[in-house]
């Protein structure tokens, strides 16, 4: 009887319920949003190298190789030499071996040299492959692939030339002017560093610089981009490499093997562990964003407080009638902490819907525009918790208005004010 009569006074004062409702709903929202967005954006960070066993550069910290490798953040403390290079692609346990060479740029992205191993090997969430929008892989010693960020950014196309300033600054002063590249294939869209690099051979890289010298341009000594075709362009050194191995229990033997490598310092590292111990660094921003969404839905809630409250004056006559028919004191009280319940029960239950109607139709924007990958599952047992404790908060929030209405006579209902 309670809940029927609840729900007939709310229905009374649908719109001040509504609006409450809607409040909640939105709070709700925000909460789950929150964790679906934390838990989206974990994952895609985890993703951006998948299939990779490990990356080989100078000695250095995990961290450091890390974020020059993989997300072109930072430089590389030194280089590794092309001869151990060439000594670690021969172990028996590689399958395959990827060079990266970093160092110059071009308006502000980092240009990776590279060979087309790159494109084959390299993989992002859990094993996806690296696409063409348009044209393909370089096939001539001045061909560049860009990534979508690139095109979209500079507005370039297949077949436009660009020009690779020395250096990683966004703005700089010493350009490779002599050799131009041109646009020969454009990545589809990733969400990963991929997107912001422009990636040309390994070859192009020596043959860029075969006429400098301590970062500089050699005075009067230049060569033609059709004399550097005719020299031996084998690197000297590359900045750090991706391996595969042919079976994952090699992993450690073949780490432990680089790192006591005698010819030069190396360090080894497993991508997925730096990954973690990256993330783990950021994880104050996650209780953070938590604790800031957690204080959204105590908001709502007493603001429901604040909507009963209010109208529980106007609702005075409507309680003493209700006693004067016979309802006792814990009916009012039950009837209030009701509808307080009943509020948040709807308000959560919109608000989950809602949730997942926009993720259904915001997804793919999101993974486009942003590269988050926002997974459409159904709540977590941790998540049903907090839906559950919200329910139950809100009856509990109900009780504060009741206990005023509870102690409030017979007697008061049926005074006129003046």
């Known amino acids: 009887m309670i809940m029927r009569l609840a729900l007939q006074s709310l229905r009374n004062r649908w719109v001040t319920a509504l609006l409450t409702v809607l409040a909640i709903a939105v709070s709700v929202m925000l909460l789950l949003g929150v964790e679906k967005v934390r838990t989206g954006a974990r994952q895609s960070f985890a993703d951006t190298i998948s299939g990779t066993d490990l990356i080989v550069g100078a000695r250095s910290g995990s961290l450091n190789l890390l974020l020059y490798s993989v997300f072109r953040i930072g430089n590389a403390t ?36 590279t060979n087309s191993d790159y494109f084959t090997h390299y993989k992002f969430r859990r094993g996806q492959s690296m696409s063409f929008v348009a ?27 660009i020009v690779i300033a020395h250096g990683v600054g966004s703005i700089s002063f010493v350009e490779h002017a002599d050799k131009p590249f041109r646009v020969a294939g454009i990545l589809a869209k990733t969400g990963t560093p991929i997107d912001r690099t422009v990636h040309v051979s390994l070859e192009a890289i020596e043959a860029i610089h075969i006429d400098w010298q301590s970062g500089a341009p050699v005075p009067g000594q230049s060569v033609t981009p059709d004399e550097v075709r ?6 000297r050194a590359i900045t750090a490499a991706m391996v595969g191995l ?27 562990v730096a990954l973690q111990e990256l993330w783990g660094l950021i994880g104050t921003a996650e209780t953070a964003l938590s604790a800031v969404s957690a204080m959204v839905v105590v908001t709502a809630l007493l603001g429901m407080v604040t909507m009963i409250l209010t109208t529980l004056n106007e609702r005075r006559r409507e309680m003493a009638i209700l006693r004067s028919v016979g309802a006792t004191p814990a009916t009012v009280l039950g009837l209030l902490a009701a ?75 049926m005074m006129i004010r003046t």
């Open 78 to 113: 030194n280089n590794v030499t092309w001869k151990s290079y060439e000594d670690i692609a021969k172990l028996p346990d590689v399958s395959w071996i990827v060079p990266l060479s970093l160092g110059d740029s071009h308006h502000g992205f980092r240009v990776l040299g």
């Open 135 to 161: 044209g393909g892989p370089f096939k001539d010693l001045f061909d560049a692939v860009i990534g979508s960020d690139v095109a979209d950014t500079l507005h370039y196309k297949v077949g436009d030339n």
């Open 230 to 235: 005719k020299m031996d362009l084998t690197p």
């Open 246 to 272: 042919n079976s994952k229990l090699a992993t450690f033997k073949i780490q432990r093997a680089i790192n006591n490598y005698s010819e030069e310092p190396l360090s080894a590292i497993m991508p997925g």
């Open 339 to 413: 509808e307080g319940g009943l509020l948040t029960l709807a308000g959560v239950v919109l608000g989950t819907v809602a949730l997942y109607v926009g993720l259904y139709f915001a997804r793919p924007y999101i993974d486009h525009a942003y590269g988050l990958s926002l997974a459409i599952d159904p709540p977590r047992a941790d998540e049903w918790v907090k839906l559950a404790l919200i329910v139950a908060a809100g009856f509990v929030a109900g009780l504060l208005p009741a206990l005023r209405a509870y102690r409030l006579s017979l007697a008061d209902g």
